[in-house]
């Protein structure tokens, strides 16, 4: 028998309920006599060597503001040692999960777990394992830098000595004994990064790391995230930067409107897609005759012509077919290009319709 | 317990850092020892501690309020719009521990304060007078604490209460009239509509006598004056307190106060959203 507690969509009023895993129960709030069902989670279907191996599980997440869901039953598993992306337009849902999965807002339904840990049951023990950095930095401003990371670090029972290896690694040596409030707005964000990874978190969380960052800072930011990977954390982060993420997250999961659109590696998104790769093909000297017979090419998605350049989109199985016909009318080929669609198209192609 | 702690040591370092803890500090002195000195109008130069207290009450009754209700008005509210409290919250710690370390944080600073400024103050004045009431002096500061805590927690509730910093401001100023002015007056208005005027100060019924200890600020009054009250009664008025009135009853009453906003803090925060 499980016990669940919901807040009626209408009137926020508190219903409890029991049943069983998998049981329809339905609803009806004593407050406004709203109705509704509800379908008690089944058992998690997850062994436990995968449970072991997952770090941060988020199943059947619904959250309501003002009658609307923000995030609408939504499930992903974040693996242990990976990179995952999240990613969705604004107002997709994506800081409603994140703060869901950092128990800061209460959620409606819906299970979320950290290293098996249930953030509803034992907060205090999932969030041992997480290092956040939020989209809006904020510190105390009348501490200096290292007062505000020697807070962190005596919360999270840390030694006060890693603050300064952190400020340093940051590059803010020479602010460390500034008050943060006469911090530039760079400087907060890698005072932000430094803070997150206190007490060196098995779990993080990044939301917009290289906001208001200089590329300096970015490059800094980015290297600091492939260390970690490197070091065995598992990071979840959610950029708009979407070149970023394709550079170093190994699974991506799109949310739009609330629900998930897609979730798996960048390659699998674009073959679920269909989405062709760009070939360019540089040419001595483009006679009228080669582009007659590239046209001529069955499988060929577009074709654009420009100086002596051809850049066509098709299947890779097509792109030999078009070569030897351009040699086949004279053309010499001086360069090939083939760009894959970038995780920008991909994203584009999925939140079609905002 | 670490973790309400190391909150309230923050609190006390972030209002150290930002001089409030110096500037309230010599607020009290000075204003202990302008009112000891010049408070009297029927005598010249320094006041005993009674007659001090005396003078001190009305003034700690509309200073310590407004000073305990803006240091905790924003205490959550101003976290979360600042956004600080995502990454509070993102740490291994309850909101309950949160709650309580904002308020020991805080607490401790208001109780510092009155302690070392009308403490230093009280060692000037037993320098310059005779037959220094200490004790009744130390009941006075122990309530002035009591009744900053009490106001504290109010603002505390705001603080959870509100969506807004500025929305929550507003609900200080109110509760400080509120308690100041308002209440004290429809309490009087209330009396006087249902009773003969002239004998209020003696004779007062039994329902006023309790209607008043509904006011915060009343019962600390009842406080101080219970212990003090012979130096109060120097102008020869003195008033007549039913017998129930007793310290044990003013300061459970301002305790319930505190634990009852502090569990309704927690209630709101609790439910809240960041």
């Not at chain 1, 907060?123 to 962190?152: D, H, M, T, W």
């Not at chain 1, 970690?228 to 409107?257: A, F, P, W, Y």
């Not at chain 1, 659109?261 to 062709?276: E, P, S, Y």
Request: aromatic share 8%.
């Amino acid at each position: 028998m499980i016990s669940k507690t919901i807040q009626c969509p209408n009137c926020r009023n508190i219903i409890k309920i029991n049943g069983d895993p998998g049981e329809k129960k339905l609803l009806l709030c004593s407050k406004c006599n709203q109705k509704g069902k509800y379908i008690f989670p089944s058992s998690d279907n997850i062994d436990d060597g995968e449970k072991k191996a997952i770090a941060i599980l988020v199943k059947n997440l619904i959250k309501n503001y003002n009658g609307t869901n923000a995030v609408n039953n939504i499930s992903f598993k974040v693996r242990k040692g990976e990179i995952f992306g999240f990613l969705g337009p604004n107002g997709a849902g994506k800081t409603t999960t994140i703060k869901s999965i950092l128990g800061l807002v209460n959620v409606d339904s819906g299970l979320i777990k950290i290293n098996d840990f249930d953030v509803a049951d034992s907060g205090k023990n999932a969030k041992k394992f997480i290092g956040y950095l939020p989209e809006r930095v904020a510190f105390y401003e009348n501490l200096s830098a290292f007062q505000n990371l020697c807070f962190i670090a005596e919360m999270k029972k840390t030694s006060k000595d890693e603050c300064k290896i952190l400020i340093k690694e940051f590059g803010l040596s020479n602010a460390i004994n500034k008050k943060v409030g006469a911090f530039s707005k760079g400087m907060v964000q890698r005072l932000g990064m430094a803070r997150s990874l206190i007490g060196n978190p098995p779990i993080l969380i990044l939301d917009e790391p290289s906001g208001g960052l200089d590329p300096r800072g970015v490059v800094l930011i980015r290297s600091k995230i492939r260390e970690m990977k490197k070091m065995g954390s598992t990071i979840l982060v959610s950029s708009h930067i979407l070149s970023e993420v394709q550079e170093i997250c190994d699974r991506v999961c799109i949310i739009n409107k609330g629900e998930i659109v897609a979730q798996d590696t960048v390659d699998g998104l674009r073959k679920t897609l269909n989405i062709k790769p760009k070939i360019t093909i540089e040419l001595e000297k483009l006679s009228e005759n080669i582009i007659k017979s590239v046209k001529e090419v069955k499988g060929i998605e577009k074709i654009d012509i420009r100086d002596n350049n051809i850049d066509v989109i098709c299947d890779s199985r097509i792109k030999a077919r078009v070569i030897i016909t351009i040699e086949k009318t004279g053309g010499k080929i001086i360069n090939i290009h083939t760009k894959d669609p970038s995780l920008e198209e991909v994203f584009m192609k999925f939140t079609e319709g905002d | 317990m670490n973790s309400i702690f190391t909150i309230s040591k923050k609190e006390l370092l972030d209002n150290v850092r930002n001089k409030w803890i110096i500037i309230l500090t010599i607020i009290f002195a000075s204003l202990t020892l302008v009112v000891s000195y010049f408070g009297s109008i029927f005598t010249e130069g320094w006041q005993d501690l009674g007659i001090t207290i005396q003078g001190m009450m009305s003034l700690v009754q509309l200073l310590i309020p407004i000073i305990a209700l803006m240091l905790g008005y924003s205490a959550i509210i101003g976290e979360i719009e600042k956004g600080s409290m995502n990454s509070l919250l993102s740490l291994p710690v309850t909101r309950l521990e949160i709650l309580l370390g904002k308020f020991i944080g805080l607490g401790s600073l208001l109780a510092i304060t009155i302690i070392i400024g009308f403490g230093l103050a009280g060692i000037v004045i037993g320098f310059n007078v005779s037959d220094v009431d200490y004790a009744g002096y130390i009941i006075f500061i122990f309530a002035t604490i009591l009744i900053g805590l009490v106001f504290l927690v109010l603002a505390l509730f705001l603080s959870t209460l509100f969506n807004k910093r500025s929305t929550a401001m507003g609900g200080a100023i109110f509760l400080w009239f509120f308690f100041n002015i308002i209440l004290p007056i429809v309490f009087v208005g209330i009396l006087a509509a249902s009773s003969d005027i002239i004998n209020i100060v003696n004779n007062a019924p039994d329902w006023y006598h309790i209607l008043n200890l509904f006011n915060p600020l009343q019962v600390y009054s009842f406080l101080v004056t219970l212990n003090v009250g012979a130096a109060l009664s120097l102008d020869n008025l003195s008033i007549a307190y039913p017998e129930y009135y007793s310290n044990i009853l003013m300061t459970i009453i301002l305790l319930f106060w505190i634990i009852c906003f502090m569990i309704l803090s927690y209630w709101r925060f609790n439910k809240r959203d960041i």
